[in-house]
């Protein structure tokens, strides 16, 4: 398995394993965070977007978020921050989405960061299982909403 930066041509193709993947815990059709899954380019040029590709195919996708980036949410000063880390539901269980974590880990020690921050939904548990794998924790000070209905987990780790 390949871990690299996306290309550009490959920034729709990312979008669809997004929704694929986060599909079962969105509203209906009509969500907003749909058109969020897969602008995979105003991420990528507002963060880092990171895939795991195994011969020619889009296996997982995250988005990092360095410093400065606006796509942090909760992430302080001396954390790194990862979101909408998806992984194909056909690809499932080869390691891609515990891959992409772990790369972002080594982003965020680039940056000088102590520890690493992140956001999920209740309902995503068997993301929290690969959270709890790395040594992820839940940190209930930091759990918030971001829209009335949507309410995210914090999850925090130190290096």
Excluded at 8 to 29: F, R
Excluded at 52 to 59: D, G, I, P, S
Excluded at 75 to 92: I, K, N, S, T, Y
Excluded at 134 to 144: K, M, V
Aim: charged share 30%; proline share 6%; net charge negative.
């Amino acid at each position: 398995m390949e871990l690299r930066r996306i290309r550009p041509e490959e920034h729709s193709a990312a979008g669809e394993v997004c929704v694929a993947a986060y599909d079962p815990l969105l509203g209906g059709a009509e969500d907003d965070y749909r058109r969020r899954l897969r602008d995979v380019a105003a991420r990528d040029a507002q963060a880092e977007v990171w895939v795991a590709v195994e011969q020619r195919r889009l296996l997982g996708v995250v988005t990092y978020c360095p410093p400065g980036s606006p796509w942090r949410e909760i992430g302080r000063d001396d954390e790194g921050e990862f979101r909408m880390l998806a992984v194909d539901p056909a690809a499932r269980g080869r390691g891609a989405g515990t891959a992409l974590a772990r790369l972002c880990e080594d982003r965020a020690r680039e940056h000088g960061a102590t520890g690493m921050v992140l956001s999920s939904l209740a309902t995503m548990s068997s993301a929290h299982r690969v959270y709890a794998r790395l040594g992820y924790g839940r940190d209930p000070d930091r759990d918030w909403s971001p829209v009335p209905g949507v309410d995210l987990l914090a999850f925090s780790k130190s290096f």
